[in-house]
């Protein structure tokens, strides 16, 4: 008999939960007793709680993340949460929690709703380290909590879906009731490396697999399972695209970045973010997956120019009226001799650069300007920075700020 519970205790359900209002991408409904209209956004319900920006006393930042559609980006701190718009920049609401355990390790959006994922961090953890909470801010509270025999990697959110990270499973479950549908075993995962697909209609989950360098593709909709080897080493970085249709992956050495179709497995291209071994933090694909970002603790931020073509990838991107012209990625000039010097004389090179402080984290995302990235940092600095697609090189700084320091407005 299967015990699907080996890992998990008992999920527990609040009397109302989050109902969703069909695919609606701003909107939750809430159906709870206060007779609220139920669509309600973190744009239109935020508000900024003044005694919490009073507070001006130094806190630590523990978490940052981007939502589903980098529009926006949370942080958790050891008093509690915040939430950001990027463009433009402005903080649009905050929680503070009173007393002295408000520690917030892990926030994750859902889009821009009112529902958020939370899993306590810090030396004073407002959760449990193994728990991960389900807030709704329109109701101020939790309204679902799932409960595991170790502590949580890493939480994401879907629409229809929630998927918990462990050190070596993955969870999968329904959003509305929280019932188990899937789990999955991995290896060591004490990153919590997962990444989920956001287009309606279609599921694609990818994770480590069961040996060094694989990656798993679960393609929930045809109920398919790929396993890719795609590095030697072990994974240190996953991400896919909005349609789950290309997988870009990093390895511990950090050199190589590679782009598969998660359709079939197939390594589409093979870029280069350097020569020594780095720690890759962040990989994202620009909307069109036309353009591939990467962070890592060497302090610069790489853009490299995907060249595969898009209908044989299965991707949606398409070439628009408008487009600019793209520069290609710098090749050695000794890239000719082919099979006599080693490969990296035949690597492909980023486009563009952003050179930050080394030492600390950084993650990045396209933003919603074109031909822009947006950089946050773990020690509270935003970037927006313009490339040039036509000429590459260094990228232009189009704004600074630091998200953790109370603004004027405010």
């Keep these: 008999m299967l015990q699907p519970y080996l890992d998990q205790q008992h999920p527990e359900m609040h009397p109302d939960p989050p109902a969703y209002d069909g695919y609606s991408e701003e909107a939750v409904n809430q159906g709870n007793s206060r007779g609220s209209s139920g669509n309600v956004s973190i744009d239109t319900v935020a508000g900024v709680d003044r005694n919490a920006v009073s507070n001006s006393a130094a806190m630590t930042l523990l978490h940052v993340s981007f939502n589903q559609d980098y529009g926006c980006f949370a942080i958790g701190t050891d008093r509690g949460f915040r939430i950001y718009n990027c463009d433009p920049f402005r903080e649009i609401f905050r929680r503070d929690f009173e007393g002295s355990g408000g520690g917030i390790g892990s926030v994750e959006m859902l889009f821009r709703c009112n529902i958020l994922g939370f899993v306590g961090g810090g030396d004073s953890p407002r959760y449990p380290l193994n728990k991960v909470m389900i807030w709704d801010d329109h109701q101020s509270r939790c309204i679902g909590e799932l409960s595991f025999r170790s502590e949580v990697r890493g939480v994401r959110l879907r629409r229809d879906r929630i998927i918990v990270v462990l050190e070596q499973k993955i969870f999968v ?20 490396l997962c990444a989920v697909s956001h287009v309606t209609g279609s599921f694609v989950l990818v994770c480590p697999g069961l040996q060094k360098g694989q990656v798993r593709v679960e393609h929930y909709a045809s109920k ?110 000794l890239s000719f001799i082919k099979g006599v010097l080693p490969k990296y004389f035949n690597s492909e090179w980023s486009v563009a650069q952003f050179r930050l402080p080394e030492g600390q984290k950084y993650i990045v995302s396209f933003g919603h300007q074109k031909n822009t990235v947006v950089i946050l940092g773990l020690d509270g600095s935003f970037y927006r920075c313009m490339f040039d697609p036509t000429t590459g090189g260094e990228m232009s700084q189009l704004e600074y700020r630091n998200f953790l320091k109370p603004e004027e407005a405010f």
């Design 224 to 333: 398919r399972t790929k396993f890719i080897m795609a590095h030697d080493s072990r994974i240190a970085c996953i991400t896919l695209s909005q349609d789950g249709n290309l997988l870009a992956t990093a390895s511990s050495k950090g050199t190589l970045v590679r782009i598969y179709n998660t359709q079939d497995g197939v390594l589409l291209q093979e870029v280069r973010r350097g020569a020594d071994r780095a720690e890759i933090y962040n990989l994202a694909f620009s909307p069109t997956a036309q353009w591939l970002a990467v962070s890592s603790d060497k302090g610069t931020v790489h853009v490299f120019n995907l060249k595969f073509n898009s209908v044989n990838s299965g991707s949606e991107r398409v070439n628009t009226p408008d487009s600019n012209p793209i520069v290609n990625s710098p090749i050695s000039p």
């Design 173 to 192: 479950y329904n959003f509305t009731d929280l019932k188990l549908l899937h789990q999955i075993e991995t290896v060591a995962n004490p990153k919590g």
